[in-house]
């Protein structure tokens, strides 16, 4: 069974910081571009970012770029994401991805459609 496992959601005050992992097994991710995802209630399923197969490169969106960081150890089959400067926006499910089936130089894949396994996600909540 491949499976992805986030961990290390909870609640922390704005400003504060968590640091997720995402655990991956069955099989390796190491040729996979992965990502990170969030859900709040009524909303959309928003891009976080992504990082390549080899670490080398990463994306992030506008609303988190400078205060998230993605990283990835493939030797662990763990993907993390570091989030410093927490805001009350930042609150959602996370859900960690893996686009094992995506092919396309120079570009990484930023559509939920193009990731196809998927963890069941983790609580981040930021009080004000």
């Known amino acids: 069974q491949v499976q992805l496992v986030e961990s290390g959601g909870g609640l922390v005050q704005a400003g504060g910081s968590l640091r997720l992992s995402c655990a991956a097994s069955?099989?390796?991710?190491?040729?996979?571009?992965m990502a990170w995802f969030r859900q709040a209630p009524g909303l959309e399923r928003e891009f976080v970012g992504c990082?390549?197969?080899?670490?080398?490169?990463?994306r992030y969106a506008d609303s988190v770029k400078g205060r998230f960081a993605i990283s990835r150890d493939n030797a662990k089959n763990t993907m993390y994401l570091q989030m410093n400067s927490l805001k009350p926006e930042d609150t959602a499910v996370y859900y960690c991805?893996?686009?094992?089936?995506?092919?396309?130089?120079?570009?990484?894949?930023?559509?939920?459609?193009?990731?196809?396994?998927w963890g069941q996600g983790t609580q981040v909540t930021v009080s004000s």
């Open positions: 991805a893996a686009a094992t089936s995506f092919s396309g130089a120079w570009i990484l894949p930023l559509q939920p459609l193009q990731y196809d396994h």
């Open positions: 069955g099989r390796s991710f190491g040729g996979a571009t």
């Open positions: 990082i390549s197969a080899s670490g080398a490169d990463t």
